[in-house]
DNA sequence: ATGGTTGGAATCCAA
């Protein structure tokens, strides 16, 4: 099963992209990540004809997430099933896939560590622990995929000093981070590759794809049960190359089940 | 050189 996440930023810009990507690299589930639709206008039909089914949760403008599959896709929940308020944002959508539990997730930003909306991002973090209990339990087939925001480890970003003061670095993110690790999550990627410079986004400016100045925090994290089955794991930089790229490249894993 | 680019909005904000 090959297992696939994707910040499109933009699928209205990047639907031509999209379908060449799903169509090459084959995926059988696919995450996508800031898709800024509504739900009438996300492209289900673009999709089926490929032979995936999709859900999406967005309310166009900004965020908006999906989920692609071609080994079913049944019990889709918008958002947080913890039944309290609503999220603020669309950057959630759960379904079952294949005999998998799959979130495709959009964490918020954070913004700068001042910021009301880093506040905003840790309580998101930990809300996406409790909604994991909810679903299902960490023995079962669970997979977290998509932007989280978070470079995992200081080998992640392509310069420390670069990023002191900043978010996506900071002792209170990674540790959110882990505690969503803790529930029983592996990063799958990580598991396969532990080199350095292994990068999933790359700012638009500046040049920073060509000269590799990027950040590994698009993650695909899977429960126990899946983290020993994890075969080959890719990003796909020639996605984030060419003609009108996101900048963020897909990212997949193959699961031996 | 606190720079740079992109997307979706509205002529600025978010990333």
Redesign the pocket.
């Known amino acids: 099963m090959r297992l696939a996440t994707w910040n499109v930023?933009?699928l209205?810009?990047r639907m031509e992209r999209a379908l060449e990507w799903v169509s090459y690299a084959q995926p059988d589930i696919l995450c996508l990540q800031e898709t800024?639709l509504g739900d009438a206008a996300f492209p289900h039909m673009a999709f089926s004809a490929l032979g995936y089914e999709s859900v999406h949760h967005g309310s166009?403008?900004?965020n908006g997430v999906a989920i692609l599959s071609r080994v079913g896709l049944e019990d889709a929940v918008m958002g947080f099933a913890d039944g309290a308020d609503p999220d603020q944002d669309t950057r959630l959508i759960t379904a079952r896939c294949g005999g998998v539990r799959v979130c495709s997730v959009y964490v918020?930003?954070g913004?700068s560590v001042s910021s009301d909306?880093y506040i905003y991002k840790l309580s998101w973090l930990a809300r996406l622990t409790g909604h994991l209990g909810l679903l299902s339990s960490p023995d079962d087939h669970v997979a977290v995929c998509g932007d989280f925001n978070i470079a995992p480890e200081d080998r992640d970003v392509w310069d420390t000093a670069a990023f002191v003061g900043s978010t996506h670095v900071t002792p209170e993110e990674r540790a959110a981070l882990a505690s969503l690790e803790a529930w029983g999550l592996v990063d799958a990627f990580r598991a396969r590759w532990q080199e350095d410079k292994l990068y999933t986004y790359w700012d638009?400016?500046?040049g920073d794809f060509h000269e590799h100045r990027g950040m590994r925090i698009d993650l695909i994290l899977v429960s126990r049960a899946l983290a020993g089955k994890v075969g080959w794991a890719l990003v796909d930089r020639n996605a984030r190359k060419g003609k009108?790229p996101s900048d963020h490249a897909p990212l997949f894993v193959d699961l031996e089940v």
């Open positions: 930023n933009s209205k810009v800024k166009g403008q900004w918020p930003n913004r909306h638009y400016r500046a009108l």
